[in-house]
């Protein structure tokens, strides 16, 4: 049976800085006897707003593995089209300045229904790129795990040329999360599992989730309620604005409000 890891090119990692896209690009590098085919990279597309850690653990993964390469989204200068530029550790955005981009160009919130920030700041951007080198065709590689079945079969429906060798090798996040108990390059978090995961207070994170991240870094949700506040307008309607869950993360009420809502940022 083929080694699931072993892709083919050309072929683009969709490297979200998380430990389950981590544990999948070490695999599919060991798969390659140690080092990645020049038709194959791995890609990471900052918003600006994932926690400071994950700045740390993909700069220590391009220090010790392989090459990544970042991309924001941006404007053109002339035209405003929505494009690409380059960026890598010293001088990735920080501070939400893409995702700030993308909301004042389309003047509104991205929501459930309309989830325009992983659309733009992450698929487009990074097709954008590969089409300026003049790929046509390519695999796309995405770190969905086997425990993730519904968000397995949404991808398979959604893209035709995606592979998702976690799942086909049949790794759940146990073994992701055994795989950097022994690993010097894990990620210094507080809190273990995944709540950290791409944008740190992400509007498709479970209320509880977010109330454990107000408990513990309040100051990650303050962009999202600066946004709420400026254009009265909230991300999620059916629950609590971000001002609120800050309130309640100090209350420590729990309220029955439904958990995440899978996207396809992976992590």
Known sequence: MKNPYLVEGPAVISFSGGRSSGFMLHNIIEAHGG????????VF??????HHETYEFIHRIEQEWCPVLWLEYCQEDTTKKNSFKMADYLNASRNG????AVIKKYKYLPNPRNRFCTGILKIQTEKKYLKSL??????KVVGLRYDEPRRVSRMRLKEEDVLMPMADAKHIQEDVLNFW???????DLPLEGNIWSNC??????????LVQIAEEQPKELDW?????????????RERPSYKRILKDSKTQ??????????CFCTD
């Open 35 to 42: 080092t990645l085919p020049d038709d194959i990279m791995a």
């Open 45 to 50: 597309c900052n918003t600006g707003l994932e």
């Open 97 to 100: 300045e893409p995702f700030n």
């Open 134 to 139: 003049g790929w046509n065709d390519w695999n």
């Open 181 to 187: 108990r022994r690993n010097a390059l894990d990620m």
């Open 200 to 209: 740190v207070g992400c509007f498709l994170k479970g209320y509880g989730k």
């Open 224 to 236: 999202w309620i600066e946004k709420e506040l400026k254009t009265s307008n909230v991300f999620r």
């Open 253 to 262: 009420i729990e309220l029955p409000f439904e958990e995440n809502i899978p």
